[in-house]
């Protein structure tokens, strides 16, 4: 038998729902309709729950120009990028791997940095 004395589950107006365990869906296995308001809510308040931690090394500087082979390197590679005289357009991207100016050198991560 179900315990009727427990409160009703309401959406963040107070509006009581009728259940929190069913959605609407366009027939018995279809895709859930956007009209089910409560199920909405429900999804962007989870959404919205955790703040998402700043990326490590998210901070960084560019740089676009040229890489020249000036040396024969054939006995490394016969890639035809590295063949002597070979000019290709390059972007490079420097991260800072440090924090803000005055942070300490031990908050250093150095793992997965460009």
Do not use: C
């Not at 959605?23 to 998402?52: C, K, W």
């Not at 490394?76 to 590295?82: G, H, I, Q, R």
Request: aromatic share 8%.
């Amino acid at each position: 038998m179900a315990d009727d004395n427990r409160k009703p589950t309401t959406t963040d107006a107070g509006i009581p729902v009728p259940s929190d365990e069913h959605s609407l869906t366009v027939g018995p296995d279809g895709p859930i309709l956007l009209h089910d308001h409560y199920l909405i809510e429900q999804m962007a308040s989870f959404n919205r729950e955790r703040i998402p931690e700043r990326q490590p090394h998210a901070k960084g500087s560019g740089a676009f120009g040229h890489f020249q082979v000036t040396q024969d390197v054939s006995k490394y590679t016969k890639a035809a990028v590295f063949q002597p005289g070979t000019k290709t357009d390059t972007l490079m991207r420097f991260s800072t791997v440090a924090g803000e100016r005055g942070s300490p050198d031990t908050w250093r991560d150095p793992r997965g940095f460009s």
